[in-house]
């Protein structure tokens, strides 16, 4: 066990039984041209987090525990993808229509990989999902229970919707979480501030938050 500064009190972090989580960190949500650029946003607080997460990743790959990557993505006949996803606002580019990195959220396609930054490596666990949350419609939990998890540290893209809601799904299948600060991302600075203080609230409700200096430390110790 070692004990990470965190808030709203000390995570008790357990190696042995922790594995490092990373929500779509895709060109389809950080990079322009993508599915996030089409629904209005400016791209630029995902970058600006890519080289944090670069860092922490790295530091864990040094660990040799487990790494899940997940990416939003769909199926190319988009059978996978409800018809209220699909028909949901008015963005620029549907779900399926081809951008300029290919089509938007389909699996495969160049803008639904993860960012070249943070490329995978072959061992490391890739999750594909169909939702915002990780867990819904996916191997995840079966992949966690398998290797005995039971914290996750996450890290990730947009705070406060694919983040949030694979918090809110481990943390009713009994995972304790470490959302780390600034290696999570919104196109809305005031929802990322939100979600990290509604994680936190209640003594820790669903989960703490840390930086990223502070668990650096700690697994590198
Ligand atoms: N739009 C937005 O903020 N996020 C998503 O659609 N997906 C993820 O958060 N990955």
């Given at each position: 066990m070692m004990r990470v500064h965190a808030q709203p009190f000390p995570f008790e972090l357990d190696l042995e039984r922790a594995a490092l989580l990373i929500i779509d960190m895709q060109r389809d949500f950080?990079?322009?041209?993508?599915f996030g650029e089409s629904?209005?946003?400016?791209?630029e607080p995902l970058q600006s987090i890519v080289p944090t997460v670069k860092k922490v990743l790295e530091a864990w790959r040094l660990t040799e525990k487990l790494v899940v990557h997940t990416r939003e993505s769909h199926l190319p006949d988009l059978s996978d993808c409800p018809e209220a996803k699909l028909l949901?606002?008015?963005?620029?580019l549907r779900i399926g229509d081809l951008g300029p990195m290919g089509r938007?959220?389909?699996?495969?396609e160049p803008g639904n990989q993860i960012v070249p930054e943070l490329t995978p490596l072959q061992h490391e666990v890739v999750i594909d999902k169909p939702?915002?949350?990780?867990?819904?419609?996916?191997a995840l939990h079966e992949i966690l229970k398998q290797n005995h998890i039971r914290q996750l540290v996450v890290m990730g893209v947009t705070t406060e919707v694919c983040v949030q809601s694979t918090l809110r799904e481990a943390n009713d299948r009994g995972f304790d979480c470490l959302l780390v600060e600034d290696a999570t991302a919104s196109y809305f600075p005031e929802f990322k501030a939100a979600t990290l203080a509604m994680v936190t609230a209640q003594a820790a409700i669903v989960g703490w938050t840390c930086t990223s200096q502070v668990l650096i430390q700690a697994i590198s110790s």
């Open positions: 950080v990079e322009p041209g993508g629904l209005g946003n400016q791209v949901r606002g008015n963005p620029s938007i959220l389909i699996r495969d939702g915002k949350g990780a867990f819904y419609g996916t």
